[in-house]
């Protein structure tokens, strides 16, 4: 074979094998570029995801960092998972800060009662949390403004807090978070729960005195069910809703051993205690009337505020008589 036959058949062999390695890489390359686009495709489908709330459904894209919450339980939700609120309702310039036991930068968005959507609306959140009992009917317009779930926390029992605690998780995509705060609050109300002696018998009742009425917490409430749960004994069993507005001679027929008093407005307590009725009431012979918080016991609901009356309330009942 001539020097020239021979170069020929090697440089036809040396193009054989390049053409072979190129169509090798060209696979790899591609399998890689599949497997990569895979990988995004399975990344924001995971970011996407589908939060079942009160109202129904709502989808929502990745992890919410502004967020608007209306009412205080999702604030300290909020807090507790590492997410400040852009915007909060609330009354009062110190509700926040009694909430969290520390000043927040946030933008006051209303009352709880009546929030307001145009200030809402320039906060361009991304996720609001709205209560079912206040905001149900303003719920489509939130949806306008920014994805929107609807929880429960007024008028709503201490695990159905829980729920709606859990489920914001969801909507942060800090599942993990949550479920290990959840441990935790277990935990510290077990170990407080050791404080209180199996073997007590007496009955207490939460009164929210108002200007014309009062409104007793009965077993089915935030603070009711979280009592009776580590043994303190609710004086209101019946009761078809978690608050009843009741009169001072239903209130000597339920005759609780212990009244937790929240005074809002003194007037009918005033009234009530020139009355005979008032003094026949176990409570009131005994002195165990004790004056408590009203926005602990009545209005903020979180995971802390259900730690602090548990504490709160073992105190008032067992270390004051020792």
Not at 21 to 26: G, M, N, P, R
Not at 191 to 198: M, S
Not at 241 to 254: A, C, F, G, N, R
Not at 286 to 306: F, H, I, M, P
Request: proline share 3%.
């Amino acid at each position: 074979m001539s020097k020239k036959s021979r170069f020929r058949q090697w440089g036809h062999l040396a193009w054989s094998l390049a053409l072979a390695c190129a169509v090798v890489l060209t696979g790899c390359g591609s399998s890689e570029t599949k497997n990569q686009a895979a990988s995004q495709d399975s990344a924001q489908a995971a970011q996407k995801r589908t939060i079942k709330h009160e109202l129904g459904e709502t989808e929502i894209t990745g992890e919410p960092k502004r967020v608007v919450a209306l009412e205080f339980s999702f604030v300290d939700a909020l807090w507790e998972l590492g997410v400040t609120p852009v915007g909060i309702a609330h009354e009062k310039e110190t509700d926040v800060e009694g909430l969290l036991g520390q000043k927040i930068e946030y933008t006051s968005v209303g009352t709880r009662q009546q929030p307001n959507l145009e200030v809402i609306s320039t906060l361009k959140p991304d996720l609001i949390i709205g209560d079912l009992n206040r905001h149900k009917d303003i719920y489509k317009e939130l949806q306008k403004i920014a994805p929107t779930i609807i929880l429960k926390s007024r008028n709503s029992t201490y695990q159905e807090n829980l729920s709606s605690f859990t489920t914001i998780g969801e909507a942060l995509n800090k599942q993990k978070e949550a479920e290990q705060r959840l441990v935790k609050h277990k935990a510290v109300i077990d170990e407080l729960k050791k404080n209180i002696p199996a073997g007590d018998s007496r009955t207490v009742m939460l009164g929210v005195f108002r200007a014309d009425s009062l409104s007793a917490h009965g077993a089915k409430s935030f603070d009711g069910e979280l009592l009776e749960m580590v043994g303190i004994k609710n004086a209101i069993q019946d009761a078809a809703e978690p608050t009843v507005k009741i009169s001072l001679e239903q209130m000597v027929q339920w005759d609780p051993d212990v009244i937790f008093l929240v005074e809002a407005d003194d007037t009918l307590l005033s009234e009530w205690k020139q009355n005979p009725l008032w003094n026949n009431i176990t409570a009131v012979k005994n002195k165990e009337v004790y004056q408590v918080n009203r926005d602990l016991w009545t209005r903020y609901r979180g995971l802390k505020s259900a730690e602090k009356i548990v504490t709160e309330a073992s105190e008032i009942l067992y270390s004051k008589k020792k």
